[in-house]
């Protein structure tokens, strides 16, 4: 079996300790951080975020060992600019017009193309890369694990608030991200040369300067021979950071497998597939999702079983096991969204949610 390396990356919001609001200091914890983290963290386009990044993981018990230790290295960071830090998709009261864009070259032309759409894109993130051997593969494991991204999705349902309003989602991270171009689930590619055209031809045509603009849900990277996930609202607890990366791990290697047995995992369409997504957006874990061979609707917590079932004859090989299993221990808690609303249903006060988030994002960690 290939390796199937394993890259992260976690976007976190700055935060003040005594408004609770976002606050765009976030360049003083890059500069203090490329000391020691050098190229692992970086700006982001709004001054209220920070991304940290792993290096190249061979499994998922060195993804958590990269991932413990950037989060300490940045929760330190912050609180020596007396700024708390954040993980959810959306922050629960900020206001993305009050927030402050990073000067850099590729945000002026960023917000110079997509004016409102860009500033208003104050979301935070998930990104996994999974390791792969070719891009011709890489193409066909993409097709077929389209199928489980809002399964996966569900489970990292992180950002019910914007703008200081419940907004009826468990996600509506995603809702805001939509108004981008080139984003939700890709289309099926019947090779890598075909993705690769569709790519030369938006160059060619002056939408996009490279393949990092391409903003899908889940990507061959333009850049590195991996499949990047996309999809996910950053979660609270490294736990939840790590059992989603063992997971798409797990289906990158089962779907290779089943690849190389000369068996196939029949790819949906899209359009059926966005279905699937939108409830997941909209009740995160407490969604029926469709069961497009079945044509049924069923309950996600049998289909989170079926999914640990699927992939239940490669997680020994990569040793993960352990980590992909933690997916019942979401179930159980419920997800970010879900204890967000807890909080906030027993308080009617969005400062305390936020409390409860900067608490959680350091869960075991102190």
Known sequence: MPVFTLGIEEEFQTIDPETRELRSHMSKI????EIILQERVKAEMHQAVVEVGTNICKNIQEARQEVTYLRKMILDLADNQNLKLAAAGT?????????LITPNERYDKLID??????????IFGLHVHVGIESRNEGVQI???????LPHIYALSTNSPFWCGRNTGFKSYRSKV????PRTGIPDFFSSAAEYDEYINLLVKTGCIDNGKKIWWDIRLHPFFDTIEFRI???PMRVDETICLAALMQALVAKIHKLHRQNLNFRPYRRILINENKWRAARYGIEAKLIDFGKQQEVPYHHLAQELLDFVDDVVDDLGSRHEVEYLNNILEMGTGADRQLSVYNQTQDLTKVVDYIVQETSFGLR
């Not at 993409?142 to 489980?148: G, L």
């Open 30 to 33: 890059v500069e203090g951080g």
């Open 91 to 99: 922050h629960p009261i900020s206001d993305w017009q009050a927030q």
């Open 113 to 122: 193309e997509m004016r409102d759409v860009a500033r208003s894109n104050l």
């Open 142 to 148: 993409m097709n077929a694990v389209r199928y489980f």
């Open 177 to 180: 991200f939509d108004k981008f």
């Open 232 to 234: 996910c609202d950053v």
